[in-house]
């Protein structure tokens, strides 16, 4: 667990504890992705689903598959990050697949996201991951740079996604323009 006190733009200092995320963080983790995904293109806000996946992940982390780091001020959850095992046969090694990196939007640009992302590398690390690797909104010019200035890299790859038969497809904007949903 970090400890860190930052500086924010506003006038006083913004304390903040990068912990494990808990069951109880339910609810406020569920706000952030709504944030998040109001700003990604490629999803929808579907407060109900992401509840499901949340409980999904925090099973994971019980299992050692899985961590969500959260970072709390003033006893409240103002951001999180995830980070998932996968088994990468180009590593040879068991890599990290990060997502749900968050802040709360008014704190954004104080250094919780970097902090964010120390914990879930020093997670990594514990774990004897051999790589971390996300996906970013492409016009999410703020994160793009956010994760420059942590030294990730763009690659040639490029994510496809296609939805798993029997799976129901749900209608949303932008379906029959060359995205697959």
Do not use: K
Not at 17 to 30: E, G, K, M, Q, S
Not at 39 to 65: K, Q, W, Y
Not at 81 to 97: H, K, L, R
């Amino acid at each position: 667990m970090l400890s860190h006190t930052q500086l924010s733009p506003a006038p006083a200092a913004v304390q903040v504890t990068v912990r494990p995320a808990r069951i109880t963080d339910l609810p406020t983790l569920v706000e952030l992705l709504c944030q998040l995904f109001s700003i990604e293109t490629d999803f929808e806000v579907r407060p109900t689903r992401h509840a499901r996946g949340l409980r999904l992940l925090l099973g994971a982390v019980r299992r050692g598959s899985a961590y969500v780091a959260v970072a709390e001020s003033r006893g409240e959850v103002v951001g999180m990050a995830t980070v998932q095992t996968v088994v990468s046969t180009a590593e040879g090694a068991p890599s990290g697949w990060i997502e749900d990196v968050v802040v709360r939007e008014d704190l954004r640009g104080t250094g919780i996201g970097t902090m964010l992302m120390a914990d879930v590398a020093h997670w990594a690390r514990a774990n004897n991951l051999a790589r971390l690797q996300l996906l970013a909104d492409r016009r999410n010019r703020l994160a793009l740079a956010f994760y420059d200035r942590l030294a990730f890299q763009p690659t040639n790859m490029i994510c496809l996604r296609a939805r798993c038969p029997g799976r129901s497809q749900p209608v949303s904007p932008g379906r029959g323009q060359g995205r697959v949903r």
